[in-house]
C-alpha cells in the first residue's frame, strides 16, 4: 500500500519524532573498560534519572547489571570537564560520585557494600577530586589525577594515590606535583613504572604536553622523572604499554608541512631508551589500546573516523572495515576482543563488541526508538573553498519526512550547527536530535571549521589567535557555498553550544543579513565576562584563541565580543543557560539578555535550575529543543 506524498512547504512539516521521544529513555554512554573475566563495564549517562550517571556490567553471558544505586552517580569535576570516573580491579570498584567528588569502593559481589575511601575535605579544608584511576598490577596502589579545589582561590593539580591495604578513609598522597595539569597516570605490565601525561599554563593539552616516566616502589617515585617525549610544540594524544614493556603514544608536532607526518597524531614507540616511529600516515592516530600484541587505536583522515589495527613489529596497519559513522574510544580484552561506542548514520549509536574474527555483536543501545528509514537524513560530506583560498569541511543532511514532498522548486531552510570546543569536531553520527529537525522541514548543516581536530595539526591550530574572526568567515563561507548549489534557501538559522554559543552570536553580529535567527546554548557573548570568570583548566585557553592576555589584548578581547556590537544584530536569538554551569558562567548568557532586554532586541532567555556546562535532565532537555524548534519556524514564518 502506497502512501500519496502531499506537497507543502518546509515550514509546514511536522517532525518524525518528536521532542519527547528524542530523549525518551535516551542513554549516553562513556568510559568502557573490561577485565580479567570477560565483564565489560561502561557508565550510563540517563537523562530520564535527572541525568544520573550509572556504572553498567555486561557479564561474558549477556546480562546486563546496573551497579550504582541512587543517590550516587559515577561522575568526576576534575578540569570540569570530567575524565575516568571509576576503575575495577580484583572484586572491587573504585569510583568517584558527583555529588560530593568523593572516592568510593563498592563490592562486585555486593553492589549494595558501598563506602567512601576518602575524606569529605582533604585536611587544609579543600575538596578532593579525582580522575583516570589506575590500579597497581600488585593490587596494592591506587593511582589518579587529582585535584584539590580551595573554598577560594585556584585549583591544584597533581598525581595522587592511595594505599588500597589501609582499611577506611584516607587523604590522598600527593605522587607528582609542579606542573599545572595532570592526567592518565599508567603503571607499566610490572608494576615498576608509572607513566602520565602533564603540561602548563598557557597551554592547552592538544597545544602542549609532556609524556613522563618514572621508577615506582612501595607508593613513591624511587627516580627523578625521565621526560619521554613531548614539548612546548608538540602534544601527545595518548599512550599505553604492551606486555613487553615498550611504551607506545601518539604525537604531533606544531608548523610541521600539511605533507610531513609530523603534521599528525601518529604513533611513536619507547623502549629502553630507543625511540622509533611506527606510523607515518598523514593521518591522525588516537585512543592506542593494546590487543596481545598489537595496537588498537582510531585512525582520523579529514574528520572521518575509523577502527585500526597497528603491528608495531612490523609497522603496518589493518583497516577495519565496519558499518559505522563514527566511534568512540575502543577498550581491547585479553581475548582479543574490541569494544567500543558505534555510531551508524542511520540509527542510535550502540556499544559492539569486535571478535578476532571481525564478527560483531551489539551489546547495548542508546535508544530504542524504533526510526523507519524512510525518514532518516543520510549525511553528505562536503568539502568547500574559503575566501582566503583555503579548504573547510562539514556535512550536509536535507530535510527528508516520508510523510510530505517540498512545494515544486522550493528549497529548504537551513539549521547551521557550530560545535564546541572549538578544538573539537562533528561526525556523520546519527543523532535523534537531527532527525527531529531534518523530517520537519530543516536541512542541516554541520560545520568542521578550522581550529576542528582530525584534519593535522596545522588546521586544527589555524584558529590559535584567529577564533571570533577565521570560524565565522569559514561558516558563513560554507552557507554560501550550499546556496550557491542550489541546495538551501536564504532562510537560516544557526546554533551552538559552549564556544559554538559563542560563534552563534559573533556570526548574528558579524554578518548580520546572513541569519534570520540564532540559538546560543551556554554561549560567550562578552570575553572579558568569561576571562575573569573562568576555571582554571582554561583560564589561559583565551590567551591562544585571541592572541595574548587580557591585560595586553583588551582592545581584542572587546573587538570580538559580540556584546559590543549589538547594534548591528538583526535577528532574534534565544539562550539556554545552565545556573550551575562552572565552565561558562551563568553571568555570561545573564549579561547578554540583560542588554537585549535593554535594547528592546528580539529574545527569549531560559536558565534551568541545578544544570552545569551541557544539560542533562529529561525534562530541561526537552524543553530547550522544543522552545528552540518553535523560536525558529516563529521567525522563519513571520520573514515570509
Known amino acids: 500500500m502506497s502512501t500519496t506524498k502531499l506537497p507543502t512547504p518546509y515550514l509546514d512539516w511536522q517532525p518524525a519524532v518528536t521532542a519527547d521521544e528524542v530523549f525518551n529513555n535516551a542513554l549516553g554512554f562513556r568510559y568502557l ?6 565483564n565489560v563495564y561502561w557508565i550510563e549517562q540517563r537523562a530520564s534519572d535527572q541525568g544520573r550517571s550509572v556504572l ?5 553471558q549477556g546480562e546486563i547489571i546496573d551497579l550504582t544505586p541512587k543517590p550516587y552517580s559515577v561522575k568526576t569535576r576534575v578540569f570540569e570537564y570530567g575524565g575516568s570516573p571509576y576503575t575495577v580491579s580484583d572484586g572491587w570498584i573504585y569510583f568517584a560520585n558527583f555529588s560530593d567528588q568523593r572516592l568510593y569502593k563498592q563490592s562486585l559481589s555486593n553492589p549494595a557494600d558501598i563506602a567512601p575511601v576518602t575524606p569529605e575535605r582533604c585536611a587544609n579544608g579543600s575538596l578532593g577530586k579525582y580522575a583516570d584511576l589506575s590500579v597497581s598490577p600488585d593490587l596494592r596502589w591506587l593511582v589518579f589525577g587529582y585535584e584539590t579545589e580551595p573554598k577560594a582561590g585556584e585549583a ?8 588500597l591495604q589501609v582499611s577506611g578513609i584516607q587523604e590522598a598522597k600527593i605522587l607528582v606535583k609542579g606542573a599545572s595539569f595532570y592526567n592518565a597516570p599508567q603503571f607499566s605490565p610490572d608494576g615498576t613504572s608509572l607513566a602520565w601525561l602533564e603540561w602548563n599554563h598557557p597551554y592547552m593539552c592538544w597545544d602542549s604536553t609532556r609524556l613522563f616516566l618514572a621508577n615506582f616502589k612501595t607508593g613513591t617515585l624511587d627516580s627523578a622523572p625521565t621526560l619521554i617525549a613531548g614539548s612546548d610544540h608538540s602534544s601527545i594524544s595518548d599512550f599505553t604499554f604492551l606486555s613487553t614493556g615498550e611504551l607506545f603514544y601518539s604525537i604531533d608536532f606544531a608548523k610541521m608541512p600539511d605533507s610531513s607526518a609530523k603534521n599528525y597524531l601518529n604513533i611513536h614507540g619507547f623502549k629502553d631508551g630507543t625511540h622509533r616511529m611506527v606510523t607515518h600516515e598523514l593521518k591522525d592516530y588516537q585512543f592506542i589500546k593494546p590487543t596481545g600484541n598489537r595496537l588498537a587505536c582510531l585512525q582520523i583522515d579529514k574528520g572521518q ?28 580484552d585479553q581475548f582479543g576482543n574490541t569494544f567500543l561506542q558505534a555510531y551508524p548514520n542511520d540509527a542510535p549509536s550502540e556499544i559492539i563488541k569486535v571478535a578476532p574474527d571481525l564478527s560483531i555483536q551489539t551489546l547495548r543501545k542508546s535508544a530504542e526508538l524504533e526510526v523507519a528509514p524512510e525518514n532518516v537524513s543520510v549525511p553528505v560530506s562536503i568539502e568547500f573553498p574559503t575566501e582566503d583560498g583555503q579548504r573547510c569541511y562539514g556535512y550536509f543532511y ?26 573539537s569536531k562533528t561526525t556523520p553520527a546519527f543523532l535523534l536530535s537531527k532527525l527531529f529537525w531534518t523530517s520537519q522541514g530543516f536541512a542541516i548543516f554541520d560545520v568542521n571549521y578550522r581550529g576542528s581536530i582530525g584534519f593535522g595539526r596545522n588546521y586544527r591550530d589555524a ?41 552563534v552570536q559573533r556570526l548574528l553580529t558579524s554578518y548580520p543579513d546572513l541569519f534570520a535567527s540564532g540559538a546560543s546554548y551556554f554561549g560567550i557573548g562578552n570575553l572579558i565576562t568569561l576571562q575573569n570568570l573562568t576555571h582554571k583548566y582554561e583560564s589561559h585557553y583565551l590567551e591562544q584563541l585571541i592572541g595574548g592576555p587580557l591585560e595586553t589584548h583588551r582592545t581584542e578581547y572587546e573587538s570580538r565580543s559580540a556584546i559590543n556590537h549589538l547594534d548591528k544584530l538583526k535577528s532574534p536569538m534565544i539562550i539556554f543557560q545552565g545556573s550551575e554551569d562552572k565552565v561558562v558562567p551563568p553571568e555570561n548568557s545573564r549579561e547578554m539578555a540583560t542588554i537585549l532586554t535593554r535594547k528592546k532586541i528580539d529574545h527569549e532567555y531560559y536558565e534551568y535550575t541545578g544544570e552545569g556546562h551541557g544539560f542533562r535532565e529529561k525534562e530541561n532537555l526537552v524543553d530547550s529543543l522544543t522552545k528552540e524548534a518553535a523560536f525558529f519556524r516563529r521567525v522563519l514564518k513571520s520573514r515570509k
Open 33 to 38: 573498560k573490561t577485565d580479567a573475566d570477560g
Open 56 to 60: 553498567v556490567q555486561r557479564k561474558p
Open 156 to 163: 591544584q593539580n597533581y598525581i595522587g594515590l592511595i594505599d
Open 305 to 332: 573516523t575509523t577502527l585500526v589495527i597497528v603491528d608495531p613489529t612490523h609497522s603496518s596497519t589493518t583497516l577495519v572495515t565496519l558499518p559505522y559513522a563514527d566511534f568512540g574510544t575502543p577498550v581491547t
Open 398 to 423: 536535507p530535510p527528508v519526512n516520508s510523510n510530505y514532498r517540498p512545494l515544486a522548486n522550493e528549497r529548504p531552510p537551513v539549521r547551521v550547527l557550530v560545535h564546541g570546543g572549538p578544538t
Open 463 to 503: 584558529l590559535l589567535g584567529k577564533w571570533g574572526l577565521l570560524e565565522i568567515q569559514d561558516v558563513k563561507d560554507g552557507v554560501t557555498f550550499l546556496q550557491s548549489k542550489g541546495l538551501i534557501s536564504e532562510q537560516a538559522v544557526v546554533s551552538g553550544g559552549s564556544a559554538g554559543g559563542y560563534t
